[in-house]
Protein backbone atom coordinates (compact mmCIF):
# COMPACT_ATOMS: atom_id res chain seq x y z
CA UNK A 1 0.00 0.00 0.00
CA UNK A 2 1.32 3.47 -0.39
CA UNK A 3 0.67 6.86 1.35
CA UNK A 4 -1.24 8.34 -0.84
CA UNK A 5 -3.86 4.94 -1.19
CA UNK A 6 -3.70 4.63 2.84
CA UNK A 7 -4.50 8.48 3.34
CA UNK A 8 -7.07 7.89 1.40
CA UNK A 9 -8.60 5.26 2.42
CA UNK A 10 -8.57 6.21 6.47
CA UNK A 11 -9.25 9.62 5.57
CA UNK A 12 -5.78 11.71 6.11
CA UNK A 13 -4.67 14.68 5.10
CA UNK A 14 -1.91 15.05 2.01
CA UNK A 15 -0.24 17.86 3.17
CA UNK A 16 3.05 17.05 1.21
CA UNK A 17 2.73 14.24 -1.74
CA UNK A 18 6.53 13.48 -2.35
CA UNK A 19 6.68 10.05 -3.28
CA UNK A 20 3.80 8.91 -1.62
CA UNK A 21 1.79 7.64 -5.21
CA UNK A 22 4.84 5.34 -5.71
CA UNK A 23 6.57 4.30 -2.36
CA UNK A 24 5.42 0.93 -0.64
CA UNK A 25 4.95 1.44 2.55
CA UNK A 26 6.53 -2.32 4.24
CA UNK A 27 6.24 -1.15 8.14
CA UNK A 28 5.34 0.86 10.98
CA UNK A 29 7.46 2.78 13.04
CA UNK A 30 5.59 4.74 16.11
CA UNK A 31 7.92 7.28 18.43
CA UNK A 32 8.24 10.62 19.21
CA UNK A 33 11.70 10.86 20.36
CA UNK A 34 13.67 11.48 17.24
CA UNK A 35 16.88 10.15 18.13
CA UNK A 36 15.05 6.55 18.50
CA UNK A 37 13.90 7.10 15.54
CA UNK A 38 17.32 7.61 13.45
CA UNK A 39 18.64 4.59 14.86
CA UNK A 40 15.60 2.39 14.94
CA UNK A 41 13.14 3.38 11.91
CA UNK A 42 13.79 1.17 9.09
CA UNK A 43 13.60 1.98 5.35
CA UNK A 44 9.97 2.05 3.91
CA UNK A 45 8.39 2.23 7.18
CA UNK A 46 5.40 4.41 8.18
CA UNK A 47 6.76 7.18 11.11
CA UNK A 48 4.19 7.91 13.56
CA UNK A 49 4.51 10.99 15.50
CA UNK A 50 3.02 14.11 17.09
CA UNK A 51 6.67 15.70 16.68
CA UNK A 52 5.63 18.70 13.76
CA UNK A 53 8.83 20.32 13.29
CA UNK A 54 11.81 20.88 10.88
CA UNK A 55 13.88 18.52 12.58
CA UNK A 56 10.86 15.33 12.04
CA UNK A 57 11.31 15.92 8.23
CA UNK A 58 15.54 15.97 8.58
CA UNK A 59 14.97 12.69 10.38
CA UNK A 60 12.44 10.76 8.33
CA UNK A 61 14.81 11.71 5.46
CA UNK A 62 17.69 10.24 7.60
CA UNK A 63 15.72 7.51 8.10
CA UNK A 64 14.38 7.12 4.49
CA UNK A 65 10.99 6.52 5.94
CA UNK A 66 8.04 6.20 3.43
CA UNK A 67 6.02 8.72 5.09
CA UNK A 68 5.61 10.44 8.29
CA UNK A 69 2.25 10.81 9.73
CA UNK A 70 1.57 13.32 11.94
CA UNK A 71 -1.10 12.28 14.39
CA UNK A 72 -3.97 13.88 16.69
CA UNK A 73 -5.01 16.72 14.35
CA UNK A 74 -0.95 18.16 15.13
CA UNK A 75 0.13 20.83 12.37
CA UNK A 76 3.13 21.40 11.32
CA UNK A 77 4.59 25.11 10.52
CA UNK A 78 5.02 26.75 7.33
CA UNK A 79 8.76 26.07 7.72
CA UNK A 80 8.31 22.27 8.27
CA UNK A 81 5.73 21.60 5.37
CA UNK A 82 8.24 23.59 3.08
CA UNK A 83 10.82 21.48 4.05
CA UNK A 84 8.69 18.12 3.57
CA UNK A 85 7.95 18.90 0.22
CA UNK A 86 11.91 20.66 -0.81
CA UNK A 87 13.09 16.84 0.44
CA UNK A 88 9.99 15.19 -1.11
CA UNK A 89 8.96 13.65 1.78
CA UNK A 90 5.18 12.41 2.19
CA UNK A 91 3.44 13.92 5.31
CA UNK A 92 0.05 13.03 6.42
CA UNK A 93 -1.89 14.30 9.12
CA UNK A 94 -4.61 12.19 10.73
CA UNK A 95 -6.95 12.94 13.24
CA UNK A 96 -6.72 9.83 15.10
CA UNK A 97 -4.11 9.20 17.79
CA UNK A 98 -0.73 7.20 16.56
CA UNK A 99 -2.23 4.29 18.28
CA UNK A 100 -5.28 3.84 16.02
CA UNK A 101 -3.83 5.15 13.17
CA UNK A 102 -0.83 3.01 12.79
CA UNK A 103 -3.08 0.07 13.84
CA UNK A 104 -5.70 1.48 10.76
CA UNK A 105 -2.16 0.32 8.32
CA UNK A 106 -0.97 -2.64 10.21
CA UNK A 107 -4.55 -3.98 9.31
CA UNK A 108 -3.42 -3.20 5.41
CA UNK A 109 -0.19 -4.74 5.65
CA UNK A 110 -1.46 -8.05 7.13
CA UNK A 111 -3.94 -8.82 3.88
Known amino acids: MTPVEFANKYDLEILSVGEGETREI ?3 YCCDLLSLVMGRAK ?3 A ?13 GVL ?3 ACVVLCEGIRPDELTLQRAKEQD ?4 LSQKDSFRTALDLWKELQR
Do not use: K, Y
Open 89 to 92: VTLL
Open 26 to 28: RGI
Open 47 to 59: FFTVMANVNTIAV
Open 63 to 65: ADV
Open 43 to 45: EDD
